[in-house]
């Protein structure tokens, strides 16, 4: 089943230090790649994707995500981690070569940044 | 622009009766998702409209769920009779798709379904 996986239910990091939530995929034809994050009582906002060209996207609120394909990942990252990035985050896919084309999200990862 | 508008924020009711969501997607956009969100099964697409078209309603639970888009700016889902494993936040998404597909999805602020 093509699909995303996120391996970590939580990540802790400590404010001003840098943050990665992983981020894998499983799929057989040309994946587009989103980042969302969903704040308590909100809907998701959009991050970042990936389409094509370079591995490196940058996206919103300082966040970036490198596009790994020997290693089918896309982990989502920050230098300097920030109190207010305190959020569940979404990896999602996007399959291009199927007729199925709404995007598939992944369980979520809650990020705590302690202060 | 007012972005995707749900309504209502909550909803509670009891087992056996109707439930409609509403949502109202961002002017200009031509697709349109239902989403349901829960603890146990996180995010499910439940069925996407293209241009007012169901495209794919393979992710709805049974019959007694069901979506309409009478026209551009306005959907509906609807669950009859409700249950309570039917409880959850339900998502209404739209975004303005081109033949690229990476079109970002914007998110209404979701209703929060209690069935009794």
């Known amino acids: 089943a093509q699909s995303v996986a996120q391996p970590e239910d939580q990540v802790n990091v400590a404010e001003g230090n840098p943050l990665t939530v992983k981020c894998t995929y499983s799929v057989s034809g040309n994946p587009y790649l989103f980042w969302y994050v969903q704040y308590p009582n909100r809907g998701l906002q959009f991050l970042l994707k990936y389409i094509t060209g370079d591995n490196l996207v940058k996206g919103s609120y300082g966040f970036e995500a490198e596009f790994n394909k020997s290693q089918t990942s896309f982990h989502l990252k920050k230098p300097s981690a920030l109190v207010s990035d305190s959020a569940l985050y979404f990896c999602?896919?996007?399959?291009?070569?199927?007729?199925?084309?709404?995007?598939?999200f992944g369980s979520g990862t809650r990020l705590q940044v302690q202060p | 622009d007012a972005g995707v508008i749900q309504s209502p924020r909550h909803e509670v009711t009891e087992m056996g009766q109707e439930v409609t969501l509403r949502c109202k997607p961002i002017s200009g956009h031509n697709s349109l998702f239902w989403y349901r969100q829960t603890m146990m099964r996180g995010l499910e697409l439940l069925i996407y409209f293209n241009n007012n078209v169901p495209i794919d309603d393979s992710g709805m639970p049974e019959d007694r769920f069901s979506a309409k888009m009478p026209n551009a700016s306005f959907s509906t889902l609807k669950i009859q009779p409700s249950e309570p494993r039917d409880s959850a936040v339900y998502f209404c998404a739209s975004s303005g798709e081109d033949r690229s597909f990476n079109s970002p999805l914007h998110f209404g602020n979701g209703t929060r379904l209690t069935v009794t």
């Open positions: 999602a896919v996007r399959i291009m070569d199927t007729g199925r084309r709404a995007l598939t």
